[in-house]
T-cell receptor, first 117, second 112 residues
Framework: SQTIHQWPATLVQPVGSPLSLECTVE??????LYWYRQAAGRGLQLLFY??????ISSEVPQNLSASRPQDRQFILSSKKLLLSDSGFYLC????????????????FGSGTRLTVV | RKEVEQDPGPFNVPEGATVAFNCTYS??????FFWYRQDCRKEPKLLMS???SGNEDGRFTAQLNRASQYISLLIRDSKLSDSATYLC?????????????FGKGTKLSVIP
């Protein structure tokens, strides 16, 4: 079965510090991978998505970046965190097969709650 | 106009009650629809897909009205464990890698 792992679960970082969040998927190959952010009291916002190794699409211009060094690994980074980067960061995947996503949506990791102080 | 809109609630209902949520979407070319459930401080989890003919899963019934561009979720015989935020999710046509667009969610509290 497919599983998605995300870590760390919680993180408190000072303003201006770097960030690296990692997400890995098991039990599938060539998944589409996504990073979402959920700020307090707000909806889920798509940050980045990737359809393959080295392929990253950005949805929102900001000081975050993403990389996909391996098929089942997706990393979210920042060189210098801002207060506004605080939020709940969620990695998600979906199978490559079109009919699967149309019927079954996405699966999310357990998330990283980031507080920038 | 927001792409996916939901009443934020909260809906406070007694155990055993029937409750319904609606969600409207702005893009008439939207392809697929889902309801997700999100517990406090947890990740969203897929509750059910929404099919054109409507579909039922136990106490949960989802309906799609393409003409009016809304989807609904009906929960019968509410349980305390149903307390959560329910997210309406839409896949928009032509959205590249078919990423989901989420509503902000409707909060449900089932009261003993």
């Amino acid at each position: 079965s497919q599983t998605i792992h995300q870590w760390p679960a919680t993180l408190v970082q000072p303003v201006g510090s770097p960030l690296s969040l990692e997400c890995t998927v098991e039990g599938t190959s060539n998944p589409n991978l996504y990073w979402y952010r959920q700020a307090a009291g707000r909806g889920l916002q798509l940050l980045f998505y990737s359809v393959g190794i080295g392929q990253i699409s950005s949805e929102v211009p900001q000081n975050l970046s993403a990389s996909r060094p391996q098929d089942r690994q997706f990393i979210l980074s920042s060189k210098k965190l801002l207060l506004s980067d605080s939020g709940f960061y969620l990695c998600a995947w979906r199978a490559f097969r079109t009919e699967t996503y149309l019927n079954y949506g996405y699966t999310f990791g357990s998330g990283t709650r980031l507080t920038v102080v | 106009r927001k792409e996916v809109e939901q009443d934020p609630g909260p809906f406070n209902v007694p155990e055993g009650a029937t409750v319904a949520f609606n969600c409207t979407y702005s893009n008439s070319a939207s392809q697929s629809f889902f309801w997700y459930r999100q517990d406090c401080r947890k990740e969203p989890k897929l509750l059910m897909s929404v099919y054109s003919s409507g579909n039922e899963d136990g106490r949960f019934t989802a309906q799609l009205n393409r003409a009016s561009q809304y989807i609904s979720l009906l929960i019968r015989d509410s349980k305390l464990s149903d307390s959560a935020t329910y997210l309406c999710v839409v896949i928009l046509s032509g959205a590249g890698s078919y990423q989901l667009t989420f509503g902000k969610g409707t909060k449900l509290s089932v009261i003993p």
